[in-house]
């Protein structure tokens, strides 16, 4: 039985991530942090019999753990796994794993360092539609990937559950960033995994189109460059409607994505799936949890790999920080630093 516990009490914790661990056996969640102290009650009232901590200092120092899971807002997820790491605790991180490279060469050296496992919430790979998806991309449906349209649509962020109704996601001081921490670190993953190969450069503009007073961006342009395809990404808090839309174009036929729809083009001929829930069907997705703990701890115990998350994890935060040079540099094509796709 391993023992976890989790720092950061929020929506996605409470929805997505408590019910999950509450469905094993094999793990038992022995203690709750957050600074929010009005939260306790909502943690005793979920977890009756795990430890409540005003802080991660004195949830660090007293309770002998295998393992945390992080839900705090983006800006505070590379310190906290970094202590984490030096307490020689496997990590379980909600996406970005870090917002900014100074954070991740660090997390990267610790990982090293200790052995310990740093596992990224990558959710987005278990949704019915991706892996649908996926299978018929490994199975050479429509031959290589040469193009991908992404559309990630919303009218508003997330809501975000803080005693001062201040929406972190609105705040570079919690969330790092703005629409593209939020939701290109989603689309980056699943790219590395359609076109299967390096990207080699990024172009980027960032904007605020409704949310003018906010600093951080509410619409991201990017376009990802890679040795034999490319990718268009429009990302924004400012749609009219809640929607996400892609296009994944191959040598030998196309894949459409919309809602919960899949359709497949190829040799005049079509085919449609049915693959609910859409991925814009709310923000935390518990149903999508499960297999995200299976490969966590199946790295944890040896019989998953061990690194290739944080691989993945690393290619999406040197994505999202060439985009944002891009953009301060107006828009221009910045190249890729070269790292492993493995």
């Known amino acids: 039985m391993l023992r976890g516990a989790i720092i950061g009490l929020g929506n996605v914790a409470l929805e997505g991530h408590l019910p999950g661990w509450t469905r094993r056996d094999d793990v038992e969640i022995v203690a709750v942090s957050d600074t929010e102290r009005g939260r306790r009650q909502l943690a005793d009232a979920r977890l009756p019999a795990a430890r409540w901590y005003d802080s991660v200092d004195g949830l660090l120092a007293h309770e002998p753990l295998d393992f945390v899971d992080i839900c705090t807002p983006p800006a505070s997820h590379g310190p906290l796994v970094c202590r984490a790491l030096e307490r020689g605790l496997h990590v379980l991180c909600e996406k970005p794993l870090v917002v900014g490279p100074d954070d991740l060469a660090r997390v990267s ?19 019915p539609i991706i892996k649908r998806t996926m299978q018929l991309v490994q199975q050479g449906t429509i031959g290589p990937v040469t193009r991908v349209v992404w559309q990630t649509l919303r009218t508003r962020p997330a809501a975000a559950s803080n005693a001062n109704g201040v929406n972190w996601r609105l ?35 960032l904007e605020r189109r409704r949310h003018l007073t906010s600093p951080v961006e509410d619409t991201a342009t990017v376009q990802v460059t890679f040795p034999r395809a490319t990718a268009e990404i429009f990302l924004t808090w400012a749609a009219d409607r809640r929607d996400n839309v892609a296009e994944l174009v191959g040598t030998d036929g196309r894949i459409e994505l919309h809602a919960e729809t899949l359709r497949l083009e190829r040799d005049g001929r079509e085919q449609r799936w049915s693959c609910p829930p859409a991925l814009s069907n709310g923000s ?24 290739s998350n944080l691989a993945e994890a690393r290619l999406c935060s040197v994505l999202e920080s060439v985009a944002r040079e891009s953009s301060r540099r107006g828009g221009v094509s910045v190249a890729v630093p070269s790292l492993p796709i493995a």
């Open 284 to 307: 935390a997705h518990p149903e999508w949890f499960d297999p995200v703990v299976d490969q966590f701890l199946g790295a944890v115990t040896g019989t998953a790999p061990r690194d």
């Open 109 to 127: 050296r610790l990982a090293e360092a200790t052995r310990r496992v740093v596992h990224t919430v990558h959710n987005w790979h278990h949704a």
């Open 171 to 205: 705040d570079p001081a919690l969330g790092g960033g703005g629409v593209l921490t939020d939701h290109g670190w989603h689309v980056f993953y699943l790219l590395r995994n359609w076109i299967g190969d390096r990207p080699t450069a990024v172009s980027a503009r």
